[in-house]
């Protein structure tokens, strides 16, 4: 394992049984990711990313295949070890934030360290700090209902923060958002990946993928498509232009 690799996999294979019938999610995928990659995972419905994603999120594991994390074989873990790596080294945005709706922000965004056994000063003032960071240290107080999609997927983004991952993984995160607000989202996401956390992304949009610094297609299980975008679309950029024509 390489250590400049903060996910490798190898011949990584996924496969569910179907009445006497076997399914192959994924097939051997080959892939490496350095630390401070932006990557977006394409294909249609049924292609395979979004079982790839939950492979490196740990939320199953692979029939086959090896995973590594950080260096460290996660692909035949038990799942008390692999809960405890989704906690402490992934954070997750998900296209309906997942957010509990009876909480307030910085309670929502203090989850993590709940179950991560975090004395309560602390998580509060680390929610409290995470929550800044994205732009709503105003609005800490308020419940999800009193937040727009974009606010809510912002506390989204400060709860997967602040356990300071090693990884963002997030699942199609514009898909509930109108235009101007996933040019915020994306410039937030970039923001974070210049200062040099690894982002992973989930999405079906081209013009979302554009965000990216490199694009991995995937077709009915297999990995078809690996490269390099030389040049990002900026999104804080189009949302300048966005505004510009709107005015």
Avoid at 23 to 47: C, E, R, W, Y
Avoid at 66 to 79: I, M, P, Q, R, W
Avoid at 94 to 119: C, G, I, K
Avoid at 212 to 230: E, L, N, P, T, W
Wanted: proline share 4%; glycine share 8%.
């Amino acid at each position: 394992m390489d250590n400049n690799f903060i996910i490798e996999t190898k011949n990584l294979t996924k496969e569910y049984k179907r009445d006497e019938f076997k399914v192959t999610a994924l097939h051997q995928a080959n892939i490496q990711i350095k630390k401070g990659d932006f990557v977006a995972l394409m294909g249609p419905s049924g292609s395979g990313k979004s079982t790839f994603m939950n492979l490196l999120g740990c939320l199953d594991s692979p029939t086959s295949g090896d995973y590594f994390l950080t260096g460290e074989k996660v692909s035949e873990l038990s799942g008390d070890a692999l809960a405890a790596i989704r906690n402490r080294r992934i954070g997750f945005v998900f296209q309906n934030f997942n957010l509990l709706p009876r909480t307030s922000a910085v309670e929502n965004v203090e989850l993590p360290l709940l179950y991560s056994h975090v004395p309560k000063d602390e998580r509060r003032q680390r929610a409290l700090g995470r929550l800044s960071e994205v732009g709503l240290a105003e609005r800490a107080h308020h419940h999800p209902q009193q937040l727009s999609g974009g606010q809510q997927q912002r506390v989204a983004i400060a709860r997967a923060l602040v356990n300071n991952p090693v990884l963002i993984l997030a699942d199609e995160p514009t898909g509930a958002l109108d235009t101007r607000t996933s040019f915020e989202l994306m410039g937030l996401l970039q923001q974070l990946n210049r200062a040099g956390m690894t982002v992973v992304l989930v999405t079906h949009e081209r013009d979302i993928a554009a965000f990216a610094s490199r694009i991995i297609g995937f077709r009915d299980g297999h990995v078809v498509d690996d490269q390099c975008v030389a040049q990002p679309v900026d999104a804080l950029a189009m949302l300048r232009e966005f505004a510009r024509v709107a005015a």
